[in-house]
Structures are given as structure tokens and as C-alpha cells.
């Protein structure tokens, strides 16, 4: 086995600041990138903890005892996080996703969700609001959240054999408790639950079929996504992965399906219908989702941008650098300021790691520099 190399340097210091320009860029809602992506999801990382040690996340070896989380002084208020959201929301962007780390340890969360759930969209509307988690705090947090504002709920889950979960996410973690909170999640009435499966070849790969035969008709869409080179830390090798187009095969093997139209755009899942003895979609059955960012990039219609828990923006999960949005936070800038410096940072966008990924050095960015760990700005 190669020995894994941790790196030394903080890889969070990586940033550049963010120029208010000359000459102001009001907000029109029609932010578009270099390559005519228009800004519509935003998906903010509220802590750079978690509670699990998931291996192609978060490594024991790297995140101990002795590493050095964000002071929480460093970390964005729930107050600056709003303000930014409703800058983001007046450029175009809709959807708002909470993440970490595991967000759920974030303390008083609840008090976000709410001013967020006030915000409104340049079409008048309520941002769609949701948050992905590991769930293990969710049967207790579920009802709290939705009475809060919260949509929808998204939950990792590696696999429904307690012994194979426990070893994925390296702390001894149940899966029934997991489960639970999934449960707890569609009693308190929340909406489109979705449950991410991340698939290692030879770790969890034989987990697929048991997964979709217990969520098929239960109302929680399941959504399978390739093993990713996210970060520098969690030893990503190509033979771990498998092709979404083989989980397929394999899923069809035993449950009929039929593809179905992408649900908006730049949906990042392909989907995939149970289908009746017809060979029609059964909508009581349900879907599955595949998420194929290593065979098959879809950076053309990626629209979405990510705000660590520090203030730093960035405009791709494989970034090496952000932008640093808290030093105008806290430097008095007003909010057209803010508004004017999120504008160009988007316009210049050129980010397409995933169709230049043959081409790249491992661990790095087009730009050669190493990766931010998804840990730190969430996934």
C-alpha cells in the first residue's frame, strides 16, 4: 500500500482578497461566468468539524486530536452569513445549502435557518433551503429544523451493513441511528429526502442493491456518487472508483428502471425510475440518482458557488484558492460594496477541473496549486 503523505501546510490560508471595483455592479439576478453559467445554488459550510472520520473526507490520520480547527472567532456569525446570503440571492442564486463539516454541530443552527427562511429571491420567492448531513444528530434536531424553515433534508450514508458503516465513517457510529434520524426527518414533514451514497470499489460497491431495495418506495430518493479526488488527504486512486454506468447495471440486473429528465438546470444527478410491471416510471416506488463527476464531468452547467465557514468564497468543489469576503464583512464595506466585488469574482469564472482531470497532477487544481480539502468547504 503507498504511503499517504499529509501535508503541513494549512491549506485554508489559500486566498485572494475580494477588490470592490471602481466602478459599482448592481445586481440584476443575471450573474453569468466565462462560459455563460449563470450563479443560482450557494452552499455555505458552517463549521470545519465533524464527528465522523470518513476516509475520502475526513482521515483519522490527519484530522486527530491535535488538529487545528477554526477559533470560533474566525467563523462566520449567523448575521454575516444572512447578509451574504441575501447579496447571493439578488445576484441570482435560489437554492441555499448548508453544509460543514457536519453543519448539525454547529450550535443554535435553528436561529439560522429562520433568518435565512425570511430571505427572498429576486422572483419574490423563498430560497429553496436545505441541508446536507451525516444524521447523526438528526432525530433530534428534525423538527426543530423544519419549525425553523428548513426544506429538505440530505443525508450521507455509506452503506446499511452496521459493520461496513462502522468502518467507514472510523468512529464506531451506528447505522440504525442514522436511520432513525431519516425517520425522524420525514415525521417532522420534511420534504425530498435524499440519501447520498458515496461507492468505493472493493469497500462499499456491494452495499448497492441492499440500499436500493430498502429505500425503493420509501420516500427518500437514493443517489449514488462516484468516489471522488476531493482535498489532498484522502488517497484517491481511479481503480477505487466505479462508473456510475456499471452501478446502473447492476441496479437494472434486479430492479427495473427507466431514465428520467434532469428535475432543473444544472442538476448534477442523472435519474433513474423504478418502473411498474409496464415498464413505466412508478412515482410510489420512487428514483435513484446517479452522481458522476469522475466519468462524466458536467462542469458545462455547473452553477453552483461555496462559502466556507470563514467567509471565503469558492467557485468549484476542487478550488485551490478562495476569495476572502469576511475582511469586507468586518472592514465596513457596504453591502453594494459586497455586492460589486461578488459580481466580477463570478463573471471570470472558468472552472472545468472535472473535464481536465486526465490532464492534471493528482491532488491538484488547473492551476497546479493543491487542492482545499472538502472538509472546509463543504460538499
Not at 273 to 298: C, K, M, N, W
Request: aromatic share 6%; with cysteine; net charge neutral.
Amino acid at each position: 500500500m503507498a504511503e499517504r503523505v499529509i501535508p503541513l501546510v494549512d491549506e485554508r490560508l489559500a486566498s485572494v482578497p475580494a477588490r470592490v471595483p471602481a466602478q459599482a455592479v448592481a445586481p440584476t439576478g443575471l450573474l453569468t461566468d466565462t462560459r455563460g453559467r449563470p450563479l443560482r445554488d450557494l452552499r455555505i459550510s458552517v463549521t470545519d468539524r465533524c464527528n465522523f472520520r470518513c476516509n475520502y473526507c475526513m482521515p483519522k490520520e490527519v484530522f486527530d486530536k491535535d488538529y487545528p480547527y477554526l477559533p470560533h472567532s474566525a467563523l462566520l456569525s449567523f448575521e454575516e452569513i444572512t447578509r451574504l446570503a441575501r447579496l447571493f440571492l439578488a445576484h441570482g442564486v435560489r437554492k441555499i445549502r448548508l453544509t460543514g463539516g457536519e453543519p448539525l454541530l454547529r450550535k443554535g443552527l435553528e436561529e439560522l435557518v429562520v433568518q435565512l427562511a425570511q430571505l427572498r429571491t429576486v422572483d419574490g420567492e423563498a430560497p429553496d433551503l436545505t441541508l446536507t448531513t451525516n444524521g447523526s444528530l438528526l432525530a433530534r434536531k428534525a423538527k426543530a429544523l423544519k419549525d425553523a424553515g428548513l426544506n429538505r433534508v440530505t443525508v450521507s450514508l455509506d452503506g446499511l451493513d452496521d459493520a461496513v458503516f462502522r468502518r467507514m465513517n472510523d468512529v464506531d457510529f451506528p447505522v440504525a441511528d442514522v436511520l432513525a434520524g431519516i425517520e425522524a426527518a420525514h415525521a417532522a414533514g420534511l420534504s425530498h429526502i435524499k440519501v447520498n451514497m458515496v461507492v468505493k470499489r472493493g469497500t462499499n460497491d456491494h452495499e448497492i442493491l441492499p440500499m436500493a431495495r430498502h429505500f425503493r418506495g420509501t420516500g427518500t430518493t437514493l443517489r449514488f456518487i462516484e468516489y471522488m479526488d476531493v482535498g489532498a488527504t484522502n488517497g484517491w486512486r481511479m481503480d477505487e472508483v466505479l462508473p456510475s454506468a456499471e452501478l446502473i447495471e447492476r441496479l437494472r440486473a434486479e430492479l427495473p428502471l427507466v431514465q428520467l429528465d434532469p428535475s432543473s438546470p444544472g442538476e448534477t444527478a442523472e435519474r433513474w425510475g423504478y418502473a411498474d410491471a409496464t415498464g413505466r416510471h412508478d412515482p410510489a416506488l420512487g428514483e435513484v440518482g446517479v452522481i458522476s463527476s469522475v466519468t462524466q464531468a458536467f462542469c458545462h452547467d455547473c452553477n453552483r458557488a461555496r462559502l466556507s465557514t470563514e467567509g471565503k468564497l469558492y467557485l468549484c468543489l476542487f478550488a485551490s484558492q478562495g476569495h476572502d469576503l469576511r475582511s469586507l464583512l468586518r472592514g465596513g464595506a457596504s453591502d453594494a460594496d459586497i455586492a460589486s466585488a461578488i459580481a466580477p469574482i463570478w463573471q471570470q469564472r472558468t472552472d472545468r477541473y472535472s473535464e481536465l482531470r486526465s490532464s492534471l497532477p493528482a491532488d491538484t487544481s488547473p492551476g497546479g496549486a493543491r487542492r482545499v480539502e472538502m472538509s472546509y468547504i463543504g460538499g
